[in-house]
Each structure stands twice: as C-alpha cells, then as structure tokens.
C-alpha cells in the first residue's frame, strides 16, 4: 500500500534558497523572480531569498559572511537542502560558499539553466549538446575547487597533508566522472553497434591524442564487425552510422 502511494504521489520539490548580489547594476527584484520560475521549470521551490546591496563582491564568498550566516540560518529552518546563486560563480567561489552554509549543494544560475535544458531535451542531438554545454561548464570549476584547497593548505598543525589530499580529491573529482562516463558511452557504442572492442578502443584513443577523428583510410575499416555480423544490411550504411557515431562522441568529450 505505501510502496503504490509513493509511486503515485509526485515527489515534492527540492527546497532551495536563493543568494544575490545587488551591485545596482540590474532589477534584482526582477532579476530574482526570473530564477524563482526556473527553479520552478527544474522541479525546485524557492522558499527563501538573501540579497546583499554593495558595490565590490567580498573576497572569495561574494556575499559579507553575515549574509551567508543568515543565510545558513533561513535554510536550516526552513529545509533547503540547495542554495542558487543569481549570476556566475568560480569553483573556489562555490566551494566556499558552500563551506559558509554548512556544506549545503550550491549551483549558480548557468548552471540551473543548463540542468533545465538538459533534462528537457528530446532529440539525441539535443541531449548530446546539452550534456557537453554542462560538462564543460562545470568541468573547471571543480577543477578550481581543487586549486582552491591546495592555496588552504599550508596551514600547518598537520593541516597541510590533509589539504593535499583533498586538493587531489577535489581536483580528480570532475575529470574522474567525466571519464567513467566517456567510457561508459564508448562501451555501449561498441556493444550497440558489434565494433571490434579493442581495435575501437584504441581508435578511439588515437583519435583524442591526434585531436583529429579521421573518417576516412583503413584505421576505421580496422573496427568494423565482420560483413556476416551485419546481418545482411548495407554495408557502407552501417558504416556512415557507426562514424556519426564515434564523431558526435568524439566532439562532445574532446577537449574535456
């Protein structure tokens, strides 16, 4: 009974509390209600806002750290589980706010637009293109959350070997999961399309070290299955599909 009621019953929205700057230079107001509806648009409710007026943004948390404490406070009252900040933040930025609010998830408003386009996209170019526009955004800046902790730690009562290990996690994090995924994907291409597991693996890699795909030559005929395995299908079709394939695999992880 309460397994049916759970599936029925729509799971409620994330609780989110929204962070800006007001430096004068837009409606924050306005500007503010427009990341309330995207919220909205990404399955999250806004159930509180702190906006700070001042004219420079503060060293490394943007906001003052008493608008972070009020901050922290209002979330933990009223159940926000996420903070969205209304502009562009840096991965040591977001790490450090995050650190302010007690560890709580922080994203900026990219960020929030592209995970709405991501999760509404249709097509299999759509999602491919999506998917890469986050990936390289988000790439760096937990890269930068990493470079941020290594500037933290030469701090000294044993904080400096602590640092140093959680620079190496923060900084292998995103390139880690970007790459479990790539081959999650190169698997299933292969698998999908009866490749040559090997000789399309080392393709593939030979392809991200020239920094070229080349679509034509013997190195692809090299991965292709045997004629028998495509089941009497048009050859030259089967193989038009397989390098649109790797191409558009190779263009969204290139450079990332």
């Known amino acids: 009974m309460s397994e049916l009621y759970d599936i029925l019953v729509e799971t409620p929205p994330t609780k989110v509390i929204l962070l800006a700057l007001d430096q004068g230079l837009w409606d924050c107001e306005r500007s503010l209600a427009e990341l309330a509806a995207l919220c909205e648009a990404n399955h999250m409710e806004a159930v509180a806002e702190v906006t700070q007026k001042r004219q420079t943004p503060e060293t490394g948390i943007v906001l003052g750290s008493g608008k972070l404490e009020e901050a922290a406070a209002a979330a933990g009252e009223l159940g926000a589980e996420c903070a969205v900040f209304d502009g562009e933040l840096t991965g040591s930025q977001i790490r450090n706010i995050s650190t302010a609010l007690g560890g ?18 249709v097509t299999n170019e759509g999602k491919l293109q999506t998917e890469l526009a986050l990936l390289r955004y988000r790439l760096p800046r937990l890269q930068g959350m990493g470079e941020s902790l290594s500037r933290q730690g030469g701090g000294g009562g044993g904080g400096k070997g602590s640092a140093a290990a959680e620079k190496g996690t923060a900084e292998t994090a995103a390139s880690a999961a970007v790459q479990q995924q790539k081959q999650q994907e190169l698997e299933q291409i292969i698998a999908e399309e009866k490749l040559k597991p090997a000789e399309a693996q080392r393709f593939v890699a030979n392809a991200f070290r020239d920094g070229a795909f080349k679509t034509t030559g013997t190195d692809i005929d090299q991965i292709l299955p045997p004629v028998s395995r495509f089941g009497g299908g048009n050859r030259t079709e089967k193989k038009k599909t397989i390098i649109q394939r790797l191409a558009q695999f190779f263009e969204k992880y290139f450079g990332i």
Do not use: G, N, Q
């Not at 709580?104 to 996209?121: G, H, K, P, Q």
């Open 104 to 121: 709580m998830e922080v994203i900026d408003r990219t960020m929030l637009i592209l995970e709405i386009f991501r999760s509404r996209a």
